[in-house]
């Protein structure tokens, strides 16, 4: 979706309303957008800076990074950045470029949504996962490991380090 900028003046905003097309995203090793997302927005222009005032309606869902679940969250959020026409596509830092007048929504809609979306999706913020011994899923059920110490990173590394470094079968075979 583009929007041209290049109509707004002082005092007389350009309103756009659409949507962009961000089922190419990869987020978390998932395509988090598969539905259309909505953009709802206006270009104006204040004391000679042109500015983009829009918000982006969204559904964003795949797997819960806890307990593996599907699951899908909708919301709208809010952004504001400076446009500038430019000729070709050269970037400024924190101003964003329309090359020609022509503002690339989903481009612009897309990384707004990436730098938003850093954390990995949860079905819940108090999910309770898997259980990391037996495989169920704590949000349900409670089961007979909880007695047990989980598998922590570091007890992994040293039960790595147990296992002689030539595996042993070699003393064997002598
Ligand atoms: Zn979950
Ligand atoms: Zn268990």
Redesign the pocket.
């Known amino acids: 979706m583009l929007v041209d900028i290049r109509p707004a003046r002082e005092g007389d905003p350009l309103a756009f309303l659409g949507s962009v097309d961000l089922r190419g995203l990869r987020l978390w090793g998932e395509a988090p957008f598969s539905a259309p997302v909505n953009v709802d927005g206006s270009v104006y222009v204040r004391h000679g800076q042109v500015e983009i005032d829009y918000t982006v309606g969204y559904t964003r869902s795949g797997h819960?990074a806890?307990?593996m679940?599907e699951?899908a969250q909708s919301g709208s959020l809010r952004f504001n950045h400076p446009v500038k026409e430019i000729a070709d596509e050269t970037g400024f830092e924190d101003i964003i470029p329309a090359p020609g007048g022509l503002l690339n929504m989903t481009e612009l809609a897309g990384a707004d949504l990436l730098l938003t979306f850093v954390s990995p999706l949860?079905?819940?913020e108090d999910?309770r996962?898997l259980c990391c011994q037996c495989g169920v899923d704590l949000?349900y059920a409670d089961c007979d490991c909880a007695g047990l110490p989980p598998m922590s990173p570091n007890k992994v590394k040293i039960i790595i380090k147990e296992v002689p470094a030539n595996g042993g079968s070699k003393d064997e075979n002598k």
């Open positions: 819960c806890r307990c679940a699951t949860l079905c819940r999910c996962g949000n």
